[in-house]
Each structure stands twice: as C-alpha cells, then as structure tokens.
C-alpha cells in the first residue's frame, strides 16, 4: 500500500477508534446514572419498609431487630438472601425435627442468617458445641457469634462447600440443614452443593432444605438420593415445605 493511502487508512481507523471510545463512555456514563437511580430507588424502598417495621414495633411494644436486618440485607444483595424475613419458628422446629439430637457428629447448617433455626435446633437438644455454622453476611456472622460463641462459624460460600469444610470437620457430620436459596441457582450448582454435603456426612443423614417453592428444588428424577417432603407450612409467612435428602447410592 503506498504511503500516502497508508496515513489515511491509520487516519481512518484512528477517527473510528475515538468514535468507539466516545460511544463507550457515553454508555459507561448512562450504566452509571441507571446504577445510582436503581440504588436510590432500593434504599428509598429500605427506609420506607423499616419505617412502617418501626411504627408497627411502637404500637405492639416488640421489637424486630432480626427482620430489619434481613431486609437490609436483602435489598443489598437480593438472590444471595433465602428470604426477605427470617424463617418463622413453626418452619424453624419443622426442620430441627428432621436431625437428631442424641447422633453423633457436627451439625452443619448452612446460611443460618440471624439463627432462627439454630435457635430451633438447640431448644430440640442439639449441643451448640456440635454446631458449624456456615454464614456468608459479615452482619449476621457476627449476630451469630455473639448468640451462640460455643458454635463453629465459618465465614464464606456454602456453595464451595467441600473445600470450606473437609479440613475442619475431625468426623463426618450427623446432618447438613441449608436455609440457602437452592432455587436461585442453576440446577449443577444445587446437585454439586447436595454431592459435597453427602460426601461430608455418615452414610444416610439427612440434608434438610426448606424452600417455598411448591416442587422439589432438587429433582427427584435424577436419582442417587431419596426425597421426603413435609406438609406444607401455612403459618409460615410465605408459606414453606422442608425436603428432606439422603443419598441412597454412591454418585
């Protein structure tokens, strides 16, 4: 190519280069804008939600510190939350019901949020020593830390579970309970997390999940575990099922 035609070919790319960074930052900018009226938007929502909490607090003279909470967290990061309010005691007791408190082994649960299910597990004879809790919030994990000191708290995703737990557990655990939102997530993630919770325990316990989906979040049809359902929850708020998983052959 001659040298006069090869300045105007750079010129030209050159010219559609600095379009193509204008055009970019104009719709980094606007990204931007969307991000902060988005944010603007959920912490107006946020307000106005503890707002109407508290005027109820006043009125019944109770205080529901654990629900602010989880809403807060829940409008930060929406898909990692199971839930907008913590789970209800009647759900709470359903799942303590499914471990048994006199098994041997740690008890491993798994985004226990403010602990109303640990408090479940506990009132039904679990030694809190025997717990493990598993809690990716920083605010919760130090709710949690205060509320139960004797418990084992790990602090990360329980969806990486075999690689946070297979050196800290000196024996398989007795039961894995999962407050986790199974349903958000991708079927692979879900089958991988119930494989790495099957390999961390005795051979039959159960790994209990609630969800307030009317249908298994794990299917049944893929085999390799059984599955039991309880009746569904009605006074739960919304109302939820606890599943009950064992694996039944070697994957």
Known sequence: MPLPALTKFEQKIGRQLRLLEFRKNLIERKIERQIRLFEQKRDGIGKKIEHQIRQFELKKGIRLDDEVRFIRSWLERPLSIGAVTPSGRILARA??????????????ELGPGTGPVTEALVKAGVDPARLVLVEFNPTFCGLLRARYPQAT???????RLRRLLQTLLLEPAAAVVSGLPLVTKPLTTRLRLLREAFDLMLPGAPFVQFTYSVASPLPKRLGGFSAEASERIWMNIPPARVWVYRRTEDR
Not at 95 to 108: K, L
Not at 153 to 159: C, E, I, T
């Open 153 to 159: 708290l790990v602090q990360g995703d329980a969806y």
């Open 95 to 108: 799942m303590a019901r499914y471990v048994d408190p006199n098994s041997s082994g740690p008890v491993v």
